[in-house]
């Protein structure tokens, strides 16, 4: 039993900046060593944005790379997203994911363990 807590969504104009947060609680281990952010668009499926392991190792979606960047604290089940030079077509919600390793939170159905989401709007 872990929970996922995303916070820093909100509004924003085309070509500006936000920063997602994610912090894990509860039943923590090593299946939730992974961390990674996902995203989900009104009538689109769920698609990878981001994923870091516990080593520091990430990988990126084509659509974000260069733009976005996806840290942690070491050592922790903290990861954040640092979304920069935003575009309208990055409107969605934005959901917070743990896995055992980087490859478990880079595709839906390896994903062990889900925030809620936050809602990310980029007006253009």
């Known amino acids: 039993q872990v929970q996922l807590d995303e916070t820093g969504g909100g509004l924003v104009q085309a070509g500006g900046s936000l920063r997602l947060s994610c912090a894990a609680s509860?039943?923590?281990?090593?299946?939730?060593?992974?961390m990674g952010w996902f995203r989900q668009a009104p009538g689109k499926e769920r698609e990878f944005v981001a994923g870091i392991n516990r080593m520091g190792a990430t990988k990126y979606a084509d659509s974000v790379k260069g733009r976005f960047s996806i840290s942690r604290d070491r050592g922790t089940y903290v990861s954040y997203v640092q979304m920069n030079s935003l575009k309208p077509e990055d409107t969605a919600v934005y959901y917070c994911?743990?896995?055992?390793?980087?490859?478990?939170?880079?595709?839906?159905?390896?994903?062990?363990?889900w925030g809620k989401g936050t809602q990310v709007t980029v007006s253009s």
């Open positions: 509860g039943r923590t281990s090593s299946r939730a060593y992974g």
């Open positions: 994911a743990s896995g055992g390793t980087l490859a478990d939170v880079a595709e839906v159905r390896s994903v062990a363990y």
